[in-house]
Every structure is written in C-alpha cells, then in structure tokens.
T-cell receptor, first 109, second 114 residues
Framework: SQQGEEDPQALSIQEGENATMNCSYK?????LQWYRQNSGRGLVHLIL?????REKHSGRLRVTLDTSKKSSSLLITASRAADTASYFC?????????FGPGTRLSVLP | GAGVSQTPSNKVTEKGKYVELRCDPI?????LYWYRQSLGQGPEFLIY????????DSGLPNDRFFAVRPEGSVSTLKIQRTERGDSAVYLC????????????FGEGSRLTVL
C-alpha cells in the first residue's frame, strides 16, 4: 500500500482563494516532496522539505511538515485557474519515493 | 535532450503480446525510476536503477515485468504476455544521483491491452 495519503481527494475553489492539501504518512522519512500533474502529463516537482525542516516557501506555495504527526500540508495562495491539476506528496526514506493517491484541485474562474 | 523522453507515447496491444517501453533520461542523471499509474491513482513504484544495476526491483508485480539499463542511460521496460490489468500509464523519472534532489518525469507511455 502507498505510504502517503493526501486529503481531500478532490477540492474545488474559486480563483483567488487559497487551497490547502494535506498528506499523512506512516514511517520515518528523509524528506517529503510535493508534485503537480496536469491531466495527461508527467509529474512536475514543486517543493522538497527535509525531515529537519518545519516550513518552506516557494512563490505562492507554502509547505509545512510535522514529523511528530507524520503529516504535511501544501498551501497554494491566491489560486489561479492554471493551478487546476492533481497534487501528490511523495515520501522518501532512502532512494525510493512513495506517492500518495493525490488531491485533484479545480480552480474555477 | 532537455527532459526525460519516453516512447511510445501510446501503445495499444492485444492480450498475450510482448511490449517494450523506452525511457531516455536527462543526460548525466545516474538514477532512473519506473512507475505505473492507473487512472485516478498516484504513481506506483516498479523499479529503480543506479547506473546500470537495478538497485530496487521490489515493485515489479510479477516475473512478466523486466527492465534493463545496459549502458547506464536509456532504459527499457519489458512486459511479456500482457494482460488487460497491465493497462496503465508507465512513467519514467530520473535524477542526478540516488541521494540528491527531485525526480524529473517524462510524459509517460500509455499502454492499453485489449
């Protein structure tokens, strides 16, 4: 079974609103990464947070990591229609990456 | 090339046939990964290579699946005696080495077994 589990499974918001997605995992990790996938395309890396970090920012993205709760969140601020995609967290405890089932985000114009 | 290249982008085959899917990673990337993604699901790990050797093939579902990377660059995923349940998008990803940074994904090869 996959280690990462995102929630919600699907999220629909209006343009300009913030979107928050959560990821929970089961075992110890070295780092956690978030990826984005547009329909029918490959995954694109968004941001990486290491196990000794608690928060990281990149543009309109903010990622938090709570290793005591084995959870992470991805916040997209001031969403745009172009942010519509599936978002996946991936955990790594070695050289392998385990992906969750993803959150499908729809940003309505 | 600039990114990870996968061919074919689409493959339709009949049950029982043999299929090869090719991945050309970013030049210089020593680590190469194969994932399988079903509709509405996240990528499922199959195998990863560090150089020419398969460092972890624990995700290969059964012995009909095999992958090679003979010169440490291009990799081929081989599926024998295909079954309808093998239908999925097969994603390839590479990264600089086994211990650094993010994965760079190709666009995937969509396999449909009729």
């Amino acid at each position: 079974s996959q280690q990462g589990e995102e929630d919600p499974q699907a999220l629909s918001i209006q343009e300009g609103e913030n979107a928050t997605m959560n990821c929970s995992y089961k075992t110890s990790i070295n780092n956690l990464q978030w990826y984005r996938q547009n329909s029918g395309r490959g995954l694109v890396h968004l941001i990486l947070i290491r196990s000794n970090e608690r928060e990281k920012h990149s543009g309109r993205l903010r990622v938090t990591l709570d290793t005591s709760k084995k959870s992470s969140s991805l916040l997209i601020t001031a969403s745009r229609a172009a942010d519509t995609a599936s978002y996946f967290c991936a955990t790594s405890s070695g050289q392998n990456f385990v992906f969750g089932p993803g959150t499908r985000l729809s940003v309505l114009p | 090339g600039a990114g990870v290249s996968q061919t074919p982008s689409n493959k339709v085959t009949e049950k029982g046939k043999y299929v090869e899917l090719r991945c050309d990673p970013i030049s210089g990337h020593t680590a190469l990964y194969w994932y399988r993604q079903s509709l509405g699901q996240g990528p499922e790990f199959l195998i990863y290579f560090q150089g020419t050797g398969a460092a972890d093939d624990s995700g290969l579902p059964n012995d009909r699946f095999f992958a090679v990377r003979p010169e440490g660059s291009v990799s081929t995923l081989k599926i024998q005696r295909t079954e309808r349940g093998d239908s999925a998008v097969y994603l390839c990803a590479s990264r600089w080495d086994y211990n650094t940074g993010e994965l760079f994904f190709g666009e995937g090869s969509r396999l449909t077994v009729l």
